[in-house]
């Protein structure tokens, strides 16, 4: 759906202003004709139908995004995001449920502005479960007007997200805490070089030596397996190739069919074939 919706004006930094002011000018849908274009999107696929609904509805995204200002992110991209939410709303919306569009829409528009601040507020992400998310969003609106929060506080907003209280202290360090850059500018003072995460940061793994050791450990097994699969009959060859390297695997009672034998027989010798695998490798390695 999305290919066919043209704005009508390209949502850039460039052109923000006169995208809200092309968008301000579009009429509103009455809930009659919003409800027309939505049976002719559901029940006849009609593009230009959902278009319209799309557009009609711009302004409320506009109005949502608004109250993400204050996470220092581009309100230009706050507002595509919601329309990434509008246009999925449009897609999953049944006009026979009763409701407006905006009101079906309004949770999908935050989802979405939702993920794109998670994701883009911090380098390194301050909040992963569904539950550490609605708590980011809830101290974020209330941290401007506070300072540490008091036991009370914390007791208070962990009930009522029904969250645990080590939670609620865990998310206010992390919103309280400051992206570091890996290493620091020829402008940062002498002093400042010790503290540079790229003087005390180990990268596992980066021993030159260590690296082609592991690279040639990897190819000896490689050759292990292959000479040991080759040491078994062409049944076991054939079992273990039809069930573990062929792109599409073959199950217990195909080979069972192929060989004219009982599914379990063919486990028996799909297991005894690894046995044979698993102690030429170990014992040559």
Do not use: C
Not at 169 to 175: F, G, I, N, P, V
Not at 225 to 252: G, P
Not at 265 to 279: D, G, H, S, T, V
């Amino acid at each position: 759906m999305s290919n066919a919706l043209a704005l009508p004006v390209n949502l850039s930094a460039g052109t923000f202003d006169a995208y809200l002011n092309a968008i301000s000018q579009i009429p509103q849908l009455t809930s009659e004709q919003e409800r027309e274009l939505a049976l002719r999107y559901r029940d006849m696929g009609d593009l230009e139908a959902a278009r319209q609904l799309v557009l009609s509805n711009l302004r409320f995204v506009a109005h949502v995004a608004r109250g993400y200002s204050g996470y220092g992110l581009p309100m230009a991209d706050i507002m595509q995001e919601g329309n990434v939410g509008l246009m999925k709303a449009v897609k999953r919306f049944d006009p026979d449920m009763g409701v407006r569009l905006v009101s079906f829409a309004v949770h999908w528009i935050k989802a979405e502005i939702h993920e794109y601040v998670i994701k883009n507020w911090r380098i390194v992400k301050v909040a992963t479960t569904k539950a550490q998310r609605k708590l980011f969003f809830n101290l974020r609106k209330s941290k401007p007007n506070l300072d540490w929060l008091s036991k009370n506080d914390a007791e208070a907003i962990a009930e009522n997200l029904d969250v645990d209280i080590s939670t609620v202290y865990e998310m206010e360090k992390r919103l309280d805490g400051r992206d570091m850059a890996f290493d620091l500018t020829n402008d940062d003072s002498a002093e400042d070089n010790n503290s540079a995460p790229v003087n005390y940061l180990e990268q596992q793994g980066a021993d030159p030596a260590l690296v082609l050791e592991n690279a040639d450990w990897k190819d000896h097994k490689e050759e292990l397996l292959i000479s040991a699969m080759a040491e078994l009959d062409e049944r076991s060859q054939d079992i273990l190739t039809s069930r573990w390297l062929a792109d599409e695997k073959a199950t217990l009672h195909e080979l069972a069919e192929r060989y004219n034998v009982s599914a379990e027989r063919i486990r028996q010798l799909e297991k005894n074939a690894m046995k044979k695998l698993k102690a030429a490798v170990v014992l040559e390695a």
